[in-house]
């Protein structure tokens, strides 16, 4: 049992109103087999008897350390305050409704040993049944370790890649560097109420800052799917939107402004399907850029056709410009 004062790794849970489900999630924490670990658990204010609990299993492992908001401060303040307690080298955040296999560190901390490494994440479950049912969030179909150019363009372009920072393990520093309590939006504003968008520039902007990113072909993740859950309750094209924003707003950084119009086509064509309505490009530019982006029809047409390159792995986008502080 490790109570050093500075352990390799934090292990961050934010909680909620989650009497029912915590105490599964702070013991597969607690069942790692890396044992150089601390727990960090911060509840928000709940209105159950969560705090009880979390204290209840801290008194058993002295691993746990219990913090309690004053007053809730929203799911990502939430994750700050977390990633501010913390001690560690390297955190792990691990959202109260979910789960995380007990090689999950042993697996992934070798990875984070190369300094060109950005973050490791793994495939991960979503069911009601810990560990069992469809693998989602797969990267490619081996371990190993890939150019970030890789999996910026597959998260851009593609959309398949976790979006939820529960699958990864990342540096500390990285995750309190990264983690945007805003995101820039000519419509959307309520971010901090339930952290789409945020989440997924964890990944994006740390794989931005590195050469390489690591992936383990092993769903070392569970996301356990429940009424409860803060997306599941959302209005899906809502969610979506806050991802699309996401995306818009890192390539307008990121991306020169030929990659950035081919992003737009292929998310106009995501939001019309997505919407079951059809829009003008421009219409939808709009709505997400500040910029006046001017979409021709040749870009539209090019568009298209570099989103099915791209969803066949035969391209990626170059390293381009960045504004983004780092």
Known sequence: MNTKQHPLVSILIPVYNRENLIVPCI?????????????????NASSDRTLHVCRELAAQDARIRVFSNDSNLG???????????????????????????PDFLAKTIPFLEHDNIGFVFSAAIMSTVPFQGDIKCQFTRRTG??????????ALFNGDLPVSPGGALFRLRD?????????????????????????????????????????????????????????IGMEYCHLAQCYRQARLWFAEQYLNDKWLKKLYVNEWKRECRDTGQWTLPGSMVSRYSKKRLVLSPFDIVSGLLVAKLMKKGQQTVPRGRCSVES
């Not at 013991?27 to 509840?43: P, W």
């Not at 995101?183 to 050469?211: M, N």
């Open 145 to 154: 370790i890939f150019d970030s150019s890789l999996f910026i363009s597959m």
């Open 27 to 43: 013991q597969s924490a607690c069942a790692q087999s890396f044992s150089d670990l601390e727990i960090v658990v911060v509840d």
């Open 175 to 231: 995750l309190e560097k990264n983690l945007l309590l805003d995101i820039p939006s000519p419509t959307i504003t309520d971010f901090t109420r339930h952290g789409g968008g945020p989440d997924l520039l964890i990944y994006l902007l740390t794989a931005l800052q590195y050469q390489k990113i690591a992936y383990v072909y092993e769903p070392l993740s569970h996301f356990r799917a429940h009424d409860g859950s803060i997306t």
């Open 75 to 101: 799911p990502v303040r939430n994750w700050q305050r977390c990633i501010a307690e913390a001690r560690g080298t390297y955190g792990k955040i691990l959202f109260s409704d979910d789960l995380m296999a």
